[in-house]
């Protein structure tokens, strides 16, 4: 049976760019290290290692943070028929199921290819959309497995956490260890520069191709259900039901926004956001629907 998820050249094409210029900022921020901490070897180990770790592992470790564990049958019965029937549309492997204990609504997939995949859902959600929204979301979650735009953004996401946490580390240094000589302060204060620039240019690229991966997912999930319609509702019921939550349960979510298929919390601007405007996603599910002979 021929796949029903196409290949989607434009997302294949920015994932490239995008990986591409993160590659070249990834060089330029290793060979800055070397040069101000005079240490090829410690650098590469560093660097190499924590990207392999968050590569290889990103499934259990994005589970870990978002207190997800991986279900039976016996368990979620109807979740996985949902997944066993997606699977069987889209001719492809059935990624492990799992459910977050949050009461935030959302949705994400995560996992290095299509056989090491895992889809979770929270109790949040479940509890919110009936069974043909919570197959539209998890339509458009398995159509991010379908593109491997999971392991990309895992992968793009890499450099802007380590230089994030490279500024953290020589700033707390600065602030609370012992008395550095002229030189040494320099040096700190230039990593943390470097630092800083890095994780401001990885931020905007990633969430332009986040953006542009969410419609994406949005498009070729509601193709694959053939009820655009249903995405639209399950969107708007997330996007309204965030809205209520408190911010306080929102933060211990909120840096995983990437992953999830609607965003928690709001966005200074859209530059800085990592899914389009919900106005942008509906109309496409809209026009869709009409492409179809679908009511709206």
């Not at 990834?26 to 090829?40: E, G, I, N, T």
């Not at 986040?210 to 999930?221: C, K, Q, T």
Request: hydrophobic share 50%.
């Amino acid at each position: 049976m021929e796949s029903r998820i196409q290949p989607d050249r434009k997302l294949t094409a920015r994932m490239g760019l995008t990986l591409f210029l993160l590659g070249l900022l990834y060089v330029a921020f290793a060979a800055v290290l070397v040069v101000l901490l005079k240490s090829v070897v410690l650098i590469v180990v560093i660097l190499g290692g924590l990207l392999f770790a968050q590569y290889w592992y990103s499934d259990r470790i994005t589970l870990a943070a978002l207190k997800g564990q991986i279900v039976t049958e016996e368990e979620y019965p109807q979740l996985h028929a949902i997944v066993d029937r997606l699977c069987a549309l889209a001719d492809m492997p059935k990624p492990k199921v799992a459910v977050a204990e949050l009461d935030v609504p959302n949705a994400f997939a995560t996992g290095r290819n299509a056989e090491h995949a895992v889809v979770c859902v929270t109790t949040g959600m479940m509890a919110l959309l009936d069974e043909k929204e919570l197959e539209g979301v998890l339509a458009h979650e398995l159509t991010h497995v379908a593109h491997r735009d999971v392991a990309v953004i895992t992968i793009a996401s890499f450099l802007g956490v380590m230089a994030g946490l490279i500024m953290r580390f020589t700033l707390y240094s600065q602030a609370f260890g012992r008395r550095q000589d002229q030189n040494t302060a320099i040096i700190m204060m230039a990593i943390t520069v470097v630092s800083l620039t890095v994780y401001a240019v990885s931020f905007v690229l990633i969430r332009a191709l986040s953006r542009y991966r969410e419609l994406a997912a949005d498009r070729d999930g509601a193709i694959l259900t053939g009820q655009p319609s249903e995405l639209a509702s399950a969107l708007v019921k997330l996007s309204d039901k965030s809205s209520r939550i408190p911010h306080r349960d929102l933060r211990s979510v909120q840096a995983f926004n990437a992953f999830f298929i609607s965003p928690v919390g709001g966005s200074i601007a859209n530059l800085f956001s990592t899914h389009p405007k919900l106005e942008r996603r509906l109309e496409q599910l809209a026009q869709l629907s009409e492409q179809m002979g679908r009511p709206v």
